[in-house]
Antibody, heavy 121, light 110 residues
Framework: QVQLQESGPGLVKPSETLSLTCTVS????????WSWIRQPPGKGLEYLGY???????NYNPSLNNRITISVDTSKNQFSLKLSSVTAADTAVYYC???????????????WGQGTMVTVSS | SSELTQDPAVSVALGQTVRITCQGD??????GSWYQQKPGQAPILVIY???NRPSGIPDRFSGSTSGTTASLTITGAQAEDEADYYC?????????????FGGGTKLTVL
């Protein structure tokens, strides 16, 4: 059973860069797509972006070019960087595996437990 | 970007059937998926594609789509089904590579 685990600082200062890593176990990162999703306290889910092992990425345009997702196949990890953070970026950040096809349907089938990141001075 | 609209809250009597809906233009082009989230936990995929359940999801959960509306049906709701439910699909606007989530529906089992 694939497992995903987020790690990184729980507190980031305003205007600085949020950095998180997702470690994938029991599945090769060189397959499927890998994504980041966040959830502000008491609110719904927001898709941030995804990466393929080759380095192909897609980002939510609402993040105004503040986001970078990268992959390290040697460590079976992928990472999120979100720059110029504000209090509005305070959320639980989840990494998730994106699987499927347009024919049969696509979905985020496996999720990490999530990590809370607070933006505050 | 496209939007997916869900009713904020729905309730169902124990053992009865409940339908949770998700409306959005993107559902005309792409299959939706449904996630269950209990307090303090990560979301869990319950339905994807035409009507596919991942391993371990009870068969009381089913899905369907008609036009721009996707539905999650729980037949014989159990107390443990009380949770927030989110729909998601590809965003049919722009480059079609983004994903969107509905605002979520809080299900109460009475």
């Amino acid at each position: 059973q694939v497992q995903l685990q987020e790690s990184g600082p729980g507190l980031v200062k305003p205007s600085e860069t949020l950095s998180l890593t997702c470690t994938v176990s029991y599945d090769s990162i060189s397959s499927n797509y890998w994504s980041w999703i966040r959830q502000p306290p008491g609110k719904g889910l927001e898709y941030l972006g995804y990466i393929y092992y080759s380095g192909t990425t897609n980002y939510n345009p609402s993040l105004n070019n503040r986001i970078t997702i990268s992959v390290d196949t040697s460590k079976n990890q992928f990472s999120l960087k979100l720059s110029s953070v504000t209090a509005a970026d305070t959320a639980v950040y989840y990494c998730a595996r994106l699987v499927g096809s347009l024919v049969f349907g696509e979905a985020f089938d496996m999720w990490g437990q999530g990590t809370m990141v607070t933006v505050s001075s | 970007s496209s939007e997916l609209t869900q009713d904020p809250a729905v309730s169902v009597a124990l053992g009865q059937t409940v339908r949770i809906t998700c409306q959005g233009d993107s559902l005309r082009n792409y299959y939706g998926s449904w996630y269950q989230q209990k307090p303090g936990q990560a979301p869990i995929l319950v339905i994807y594609g035409k009507n596919n359940r991942p391993s371990g999801i009870p068969d009381r959960f089913s899905g369907s789509t008609s036009g721009t509306t996707a539905s999650l049906t729980i037949t014989g709701a159990q107390a443990e089904d009380e949770a927030d439910y989110y729909c998601s699909s590809r965003d049919s606007s722009g480059n079609h590579l983004n994903w969107v989530f509905g605002g979520g529906t809080k299900l109460t089992v009475l």
